[in-house]
Structure formats: C-alpha cells, structure tokens
C-alpha cells in the first residue's frame, strides 16, 4: 500500500507480525495518511503469508520476512528515488535491519521470544497460536529474534512501556486488544516524530 507522492521523501512501514498486523493496521494507515499531507510518500509492506500476500503462511521462512522487507526498500528508492526511513512496529522491529534505509524508527520493539509466548496464550479451546499455522522453522527463528541495532536509529514507546526509548508516547496499546482499534491522536503523534527523525537523518 502506497499513500503520498511516489516522488516524495519515502518512509517504509513493516507492520508487526501476526494477528498484532490486524489490530494496527488501521493506525499505521491513518500515520501514513498523516505524513502523506506533511509531504511524504509512504508505503506499507504486505509480508507473505500476510496481507495481500498470496502466500500460504505455513510455507512461509522466516528469510523470506527478511527478503520482502529488504525488497520493499529497493522498490521504495526506485520508485522515489531515495532509500527510505524505515519505521517499524513491535515485530517488524525483528526484520527492519534487511533494509537498504537511511535510518530506523521503531515503534514498541518487542523480543520474538515474547511474542512466540503471546501467541501461545491467544489459543482458544485448544488451537494453538490463535489459529495461524507457521512453519516449525518460522516459529524457531522467531523465539530466537531480537532487534538489531542500528544507525541512525529511534526507539519510541508507549508511556505504559517501561522500556528503555528516545520518547515515550501518550496512547492505548491497541496491539493488546481483542478487536482492531483506531487512535486519531496517537496516529497523529507517530506521523510528527517520523518526520522530525525523517529530518534529522536526511541532515
């Protein structure tokens, strides 16, 4: 998904992973709506197995994750011209590094190990991991990831996170509900501390 000027200064978006994708997508588009009308272009990439993807999850490695984010990246800067600032989401933190990109922002970066573990108690009556069906190597490779660190590189977080971070922002962990929610201000406040760090990087 593109919103904004092809031409413009691109920012990447890698969703977080699994059902948390369905429960911020709304947000993630409503920022990128946000940093599309202060004048960038911005684009979401659909992971396979995920999204629009054709893929089946179950035949899903966790390199091939790596290899659409690093894609996305090379299509972004030749499509506008430029490596994008790469912003990513709990999850997507893990495979953000695969990026050609002229800086990171991160949004509530998360262990894999605790993911496997939220993913584990979302089973209902006895279906494990909510209904997804991973492959055994996906699932490994996710119980052993951590963000990586990077240059030029922005960690923000909820005020409810007591995580270390650049900014701690005001606004409800929508990833943790059952249902997909939506926060006009919190979107509104990612799209300002996108751009300011988009600045700062281009600099």
């Not at 800067?77 to 800086?103: F, N, Q, W, Y």
């Not at 108690?121 to 490779?141: F, H, N």
């Not at 922005?154 to 409800?172: E, I």
């Not at 926060?183 to 700062?200: F, G, K, M, N, P």
Request: glycine share 10%; proline share 6%; with cysteine.
């Amino acid at each position: 998904m593109r919103i904004g000027e092809a031409g413009a200064p691109p920012v990447l978006f890698v969703p977080p992973l699994f059902e948390e994708m369905n429960r911020t997508r709304a947000l993630l588009a409503a920022a990128m709506r946000r940093l599309a009308e202060l004048g960038h272009g911005c684009w979401l990439v659909d992971l396979a197995g995920t999204g629009e993807s054709e893929a089946a999850l179950a035949s899903v490695k966790w390199d091939d994750w790596r290899h659409d984010v690093g894609a996305a990246a090379a299509e972004v800067e030749k499509e506008s011209g430029r490596a994008p600032l790469v912003a990513s989401t709990r999850g997507g933190c893990l495979i953000d590094d695969a990026a050609a990109a002229t800086g990171w922002w991160r949004f509530a970066p998360v262990a894999g190990a605790s993911l496997a573990r939220d993913m584990v108690r979302a089973g209902l009556a006895g279906v494990e991991w909510a209904g997804y069906a991973p492959a055994p190597e996906l699932r490994g490779r996710l119980e052993d990831a951590a963000p990586l660190d990077h240059s030029p590189l922005r960690v923000v977080r909820l005020q409810s996170d007591a995580g270390a971070a650049a900014a701690k922002l005001a606004g409800p962990a929508l990833w943790r509900r059952s249902e997909p929610g939506r926060s006009a201000e919190l979107a509104e406040t990612i799209a300002a501390d996108i751009a300011s760090w988009y600045r700062q990087c281009a600099d």
